[in-house]
């Protein structure tokens, strides 16, 4: 008996590893460990007031802070029964596409760019002065750009807040932005055509798993009241805990789901699948590469970003100055609440049980990583049974990991606190 | 100290949401720059080159520390860096991660289950709690330009130069409206190490605090202020401990 463990492994989010074992030189077992350090989100929060959750929440993970924190409010919101203005949702709908801009630039170009072109880093990419690794810089860049000025800050942003958002951002730096946002969307086809022509992938096997998302209403969106899997399932985003029916589990720190429709694919490929009929239209492309066409599919959902962004700059340039920004309670008020999400990685939910002072008595997270965990580890199987070369069995499998876009540091924190009193000294 | 480029670099992660790093990756403007005056050679989510290199010339660590094993880590890179840098609050003062007060045991068993009782961690610890640290880098996350200054700095044998004061101090120069005296908002803008611009009130958000407490700083009166606008000495409780400003 052979093991080869990957460890750490490089060029993804967080703390992870990857256990080969093989007999007579032949793969028989795969395990997926996610490894983060525990932050204790889970027992942070109960106990807080709720409006201050969501500031805590984003600091679970960097790359999906924006995503988290509007969940986060969404989920309180929806728990209180709050209606949000308009405009506040448009510009927290903006946020949440600089983010997914953002964050699939930083995996297509920093991440996954350097397999294609057999270097280590993106920066040795940059050294040969390889155009599309700026171009994909540039393209990040913008995502971020739009994330400053519809959040405040790049990271944990500061603009969403409880009931609304706390400021509209200048008419100007919309107006510049709406500018930048005609060049990429003159140039994304060609770009995009570039990047989709190189496909130095592995040879890889069918895409495991149940295809789950959110957002799937007539026309797609990022959030949405329902989840949609298989072959046009559909159910409630709050009965999600029946679906994924998630517990511990002794060798990972991320919770697993364990659902019967499952084991589950969440992230752009899912999203690609289920999309079928809706205005986003299908990348037809991303069924030859197996798993790795999860990266074309995000290829695919950037122009759909960009083309969304454009519609919403275009309503936000027109609204009045002097439009309500949040919805003010005049007391706090009891209640449960969920919200489901399309996080750049996949379906992301969070769930608030609030007593009537406002308090969170229990938390639950699922997150994209820790739902995809079961299929990262069966399309390792599935894609290398009969690849025998040790070196090659490393890369690959570690090429895998990584098409998915995992981000560990989230998968972690994502276990339900359901007895607050044996958590309330710990406050 | 100077260095003759390209200098050799690590980034180490703990404890943390990677945040920090991501900061340095958000000058997407300055990299092919960056590219080449430093050499990578630790640097997990951006490279794949784990280059084994015996001496380091600058280690920037992300994070707080929570395992015996992480300590380890962290003695290891201080053995063979000329400078290390603590950036971000995690690394500076436990940031968020410290927040969680109380047994920790009991919090791992509730959280992960029995394996959480196994699980050989300890409250989280900011980076000189174990070895010496020749730069700091606050924020959560920092500026992006922070992170650039100081590599360049660096380059050059010296240090960013700071001014110690407070945020209130860049919302007078930029004539901010005053949130705590205007809105009676919970804003630790009075407390908080200054170097953000005063980002967050800026733009009509209060301050949280995310720079860390300025040193001679007046927790007493703004204590006093705070109660003045309203709060409950439980929200003042919680507001200062968010980047560990509780007293
Ligand atoms: S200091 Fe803030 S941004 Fe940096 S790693 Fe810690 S939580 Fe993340
Ligand atoms: S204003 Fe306060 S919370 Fe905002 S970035 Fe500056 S120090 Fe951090």
Known sequence: MIRLVVDPLTRVEGHGRVELQLRDGKLVDVTVRLLEAPRLFEALVVGRRCDEVPDLISRICAICSATHKVTALQAIENAMAVKIPPLAAAYRELLLLGGHIQSHALHLFCLILPDLYGTPDIIELLRQKVPLAQAGLDLKAFGNRIQKIAGGRVIHPVNPVFGGIAYQPGHDELEKLAKELLCWQRDWPDFSARLLQLDNYPEASPVIGTAVATGLQDEFALTGDCLWYGNDNVIAASDYAQLFAERPRPDTHAKDATGKAGPFLTGALARDRLATGRNISRNALADHHGIHGNNLAQVKEVGWALHRVGQLLETLLRASRSEPLRTDLAQMQGGIGTAAMEAPRGLLLHHYVIDEWGTIVAADIVTPTALNQRVIAAQIMADLTDEKDHARLREVAERIVRAYDPCISCAVHLVTVENPSSLSDYQ | ?247
């Open chain 2, 1 to 247: 100290m100077k260095f003759v480029p390209p200098i050799k670099l690590a980034w180490l992660r703990f404890t943390s949401c990677s945040g920090c790093q991501l900061t340095l990756l958000n000058n997407e403007d300055s990299l092919a720059e960056l590219a080449h005056v430093v050499e990578l050679h630790n640097f997990p989510l951006l490279s794949s080159a784990c280059g084994n290199a015996e001496a380091l010339d600058v280690a920037l660590v992300e994070g707080s520390l929570t395992s015996p094993g992480e300590v380890e880590r962290l003695l290891a890179i201080r053995r063979k860096s000329r400078l290390l840098v603590a950036v971000g609050a995690c690394a500076l003062t436990g940031g968020v991660n410290a927040m969680v007060k109380g047994e920790r045991h009991k919090a791992m068993v509730s959280i992960y289950g029995k394996a959480g009782a196994e699980w050989d961690t300890f409250p989280p610890q900011p980076i000189h709690h174990f070895v010496k640290v020749d730069g700091q880098i606050p924020g959560c996350p920092p500026e992006p330009h922070e992170l650039l200054q100081a590599i360049a700095a660096i380059l050059h044998g010296g240090w960013p130069s700071h001014q110690v004061m407070p945020v209130c101090m860049e919302c007078r120069i930029n004539e901010n409206r005053c949130l705590l005296e205007e809105d009676c908002a919970p804003c630790l803008g009075p407390i908080t190490q200054a170097g953000c611009d005063a980002l967050c009130p800026g733009l009509g958000v209060p301050c949280e605090g995310c720079r860390g407490v300025v040193p001679e700083a007046n927790r007493d009166e703004l204590y006093r202020l705070f109660i003045t606008a309203g709060l409950s000495e439980q929200e003042i409780r919680h507001r200062l401990e968010r980047f560990g400003a509780a007293l």
